[in-house]
Every structure is written in structure tokens, then in C-alpha cells.
């Protein structure tokens, strides 16, 4: 699917680790700028971690909630990101369960995930998305909302820049024009906040207008018999 290329975030990943910017320091902005923070070294803001999420587990513990026992706190909680590798969200998940006893953990996927979902299987039969980059290629039209994919997903990109060149039309919704807006065919730079209102319009009108694929959008057991 990638014909051999690597993505930025695969390509950077060892950065994360060797790079030659990386910090080997901890600010802390005590609510002010990163720039007027106070820098310590690793092992002081370690153990200054430590002390916290120990204080955190032992000031917002809860044996019970309500008459139903609980055996959990909600002193810390822990927010990931897509940088985050499997081992390091293993541990993570081990530290905040296991000893921490703490239901608050968020991340990417779990944030964007779940609501799609609903959507997706009744469709599909499926909890993700079916379609594959590669796929894209076949498309007539691709629009493209929120998402700088010529910069932050090229890889996939490719394939949505090959159904361009087989005359595919690429619409980009989004209130910043980046390298997706320059070279869609139709830029529409919606205001900031602006998206939901935006998608709640293109269903009213495809719905008033009759413009959808009817026998696709039934549930499967309304769907005539072929």
C-alpha cells in the first residue's frame, strides 16, 4: 500500500529517542510560558512526579461511590498521544490500573474512535473504518474535512493525488489553507468551529434533494433481496 515509502511519524520516530533537539530537561511552567518556567533536571522532576501521583492517589481515593465499592482514585489521570508506542502504553496502563487503581486514561483513539463506531457497524459489520488509502484512487470525488493529509498523511496522499491526475475532483474543508487546500479543486475555509454545522448542511441537502444511494444507506434487513 505505501509502495515502499515511510510516513513522517515512522521516519521521525527514532528522533524521539536520539535526536539531537531532544530535551534533557523538564520545565515547569508554574502557569506561566515555557519560556519563564523554572528548568530542573530529569531526576528531580522525576521524583517531584512521584511525589505528586503518590499524592494524588492517597488525597482522591475512594473506597466507595454511592454504596457501590469502588477501590479507586481520581487524584491523577493520564492523557496520551499518537507518539506513544505499545510498550510505553502497556506500562502506562499497568501503572494506572494495577497500582494507581485510576479509570482516567485518554488518548487519540479513544477520544476520535467511539463515535464513529456507531455508524460503522450497522454498515459494515465492523467497530473501524473498512476502506484502505489505496482504495482512494478509484474515487470521483474526495473531501477531504479538518485534516491536512498532503503534509500530515503523504503517503496516503499519493493515492488521492492519482485519482486527481484520472480526474477526480478534491474538495478541502478547513479554515486553514495548507498544501491539502492547494491543490484541491474547491477550497472552502469554513470558520473555525464551524464543521458540524457544515456536515449537518450537506445532510439536510442530500436528503431534501434525493441525492443518496438509498438500497446503501437502509439497514441490511429492509434491503430488497437481489
Known sequence: MSRGRLCPKGSASLQLTTGDA???????????????????????????IADRVIAGRRDGWQWEVDGARTRRTLGFASLGGATLDNEENYLIKKLFTGAGRDPDRESGPYIDTPRPS?????????????????????????????SNM???????????????ARGATLIHVDPRFTRTSAVADLYLPIRAGADIAFVAGLINYVLSSGRYFKDYVLPTRTRPRS
Not at 450497522?122 to 470525488?141: E, I, K, Q, Y
Open 150 to 164: 498532503a503534509e500530515c498523511h503523504p503517503v496516503a496522499f499519493q493515492w488521492v493525488m492519482e485519482a486527481k
Open 22 to 48: 531532544r530535551q534533557y530537561q523538564a520545565c515547569g511552567t508554574g502557569g506561566r510560558s515555557a519560556r519563564t518556567g523554572k528548568i530542573w533536571d530529569l531526576d528531580t522532576a522525576m521524583d517531584m
Open 118 to 146: 456507531p455508524v460503522w457497524g450497522p454498515a459494515s459489520a465492523a467497530a473501524g473504518a473498512t476502506n484502505f488509502p489505496r482504495d482512494l484512487v478509484n474515487s470521483d470525488c474526495i473531501l477531504s474535512e479538518g
